[in-house]
């Protein structure tokens, strides 16, 4: 079913909700550009921002709803309570505006099948550097879809700040000789770096001690995403739990 700009339905009249869905966004055009699904609660606003799925956290907490670019997949009959709605945006990184596009698809797909789509060109935007593609929401126990297509001149920022969320800036720091292990911070419902992250680049980890005529083991768990364990100890040993 072909949709256009501020239609809006009950998604489960076209799909089975209690199954997994695929969102893709899609932009063909001279720019760099960034898909992310924002899960607001009741207030529309990002309470938790765990779930704000984006290229720097491609994986909400429970795998409700992951990422690989173009594609959302989520579980709607998963997602906790407090998540009221999913907002699914595309904005540009570096210099452009959508009026400049070729053209902006968006699909709603199950089962391989192609369900709900949308198509827009570049006279449809203006100046904007981001856009609200598209929003799933619950409405009387039901959830519903709804085609957006607008959005901000400020980009990604600007979306972000709207929902309520904050932006770590990056820091300017002068260039050291040596080598300085990375910082990460398990606060959680603070503030977001959008910064890209290089997923190449090592994170070091330090430790050490002084007392003489003692020897001591060190030893790490490390937990991946998908929940693995690796324990890692003296000699460059690893296991996997």
């Given at each position: 079913m072909k949709l256009q700009r501020g239609t809006r339905g009950k998604l489960g009249e076209h799909l089975d909700v209690s199954?997994?869905?695929n969102i893709s966004l899609e932009i063909k055009g001279a720019a760099v550009y960034d898909y992310t699904c924002f899960g607001l609660d009741a207030d529309g606003k990002l309470s938790d921002d765990r779930y704000m799925i984006f290229y720097n956290q491609k994986n909400s907490p429970r795998n409700e709803i992951t990422f690989v670019e173009p594609y959302f997949e989520i579980k709607l009959a998963e997602l906790p309570p407090t998540i009221d709605k999913l907002v699914f945006t595309a904005s540009i990184d570096g210099k452009g505006t959508m009026r400049e596009i070729l053209f902006h698809k968006m699909t709603v797909a199950q089962f391989g099948e192609n369900i709900l789509t949308c198509e827009?060109?570049?006279?449809?935007?203006?100046?904007?550097?981001?856009?609200?593609s598209l929003e799933l929401y619950r409405k009387k126990g039901e959830w519903r879809f709804g085609v957006v297509a607008r959005g901000y001149n400020g980009g990604l920022s600007d979306l972000l700040r709207d929902f309520g969320g904050e932006e770590i800036k990056p820091e300017t720091v002068e260039e050291v000789p040596q080598q300085k292990s990375e910082k990460i911070s398990l606060k959680k419902g603070q503030k977001i770096s959008l910064t890209k992250k290089n997923d190449d680049k090592p994170i070091i980890i330090e430790n050490g001690w002084t007392a003489s005529g003692k020897d001591y083991?060190?030893?790490?768990?490390?937990?991946?995403?998908?929940?693995?364990?690796?324990?890692?100890?003296?000699?460059?040993?690893?296991?996997?739990?």
């Open positions: 199954k997994p869905i827009l060109v570049g006279k449809d935007f203006s100046a904007e550097k981001a856009i609200i083991d060190l030893k790490a768990l490390v937990r991946y995403r998908d929940g693995t364990l690796i324990y890692v100890r003296s000699e460059e040993h690893t296991s996997e739990l």
